[in-house]
């Protein structure tokens, strides 16, 4: 299944809604799945589902897992933004999302404030810049 590989931070999330009729779907006779971690695989245990005779297998999320799975617009719009280019094709889709958030935390570690600036100092770090565009807020947090 598509989410389950490409989507390891929605699949915690839906495997801990065992209320709904969908997870039986989804699970079923699925007791643990591996997820990538940081430096290795993670195990995730899968609850049984609670619904003894599930009847809709469709999954409409409620708006609190909806917000649980839902990354920050700036996330989205990095990710989006990169896979446009040539150096993002080196890399799994499963693993570019991580890479994304792993740059955007970079550029809150250096204060930039602005959402552009973190923006575009995420996008040259993914593309491997070593040198960073000196304007504003982002030339000042980069500079030695």
């Known amino acids: 299944m598509l989410t389950r590989f490409y989507a ?13 009729d969908w997870h039986a779907y989804l699970f079923n006779g699925i007791t643990q799945w591996w997820l990538p971690g940081e430096t290795q695989w993670q195990r995730l245990s899968i609850a049984a589902s609670e619904i003894e005779h599930p ?8 708006k609190t897992t909806w917000q649980q799975i839902a990354d920050r617009p700036e996330v989205t719009s990095v990710l989006s933004e990169w896979q ?3 150096s993002s094709k080196t890399f799994p889709p499963c693993a570019q999302r991580l890479m994304v958030i792993k740059a955007l935390k970079k550029a809150e570690r250096l204060e930039l404030e602005r959402p552009e600036d973190r923006i575009l100092y995420a996008l040259f770090f993914l593309n491997g810049e070593r040198k960073i565009p000196e304007s504003g807020a982002l030339a000042r947090a980069t500079s030695p």
Do not use: F, Q, T
């Not at 931070?9 to 809604?17: D, G, K, N, Q, S």
């Open 55 to 62: 009847g809709n297998h469709i999954i409409r999320l409620d």
């Open 84 to 86: 446009k280019m040539p």
């Open 8 to 20: 390891g931070h929605v699949i915690e999330v839906l495997a801990a809604r065992a209320e709904h």
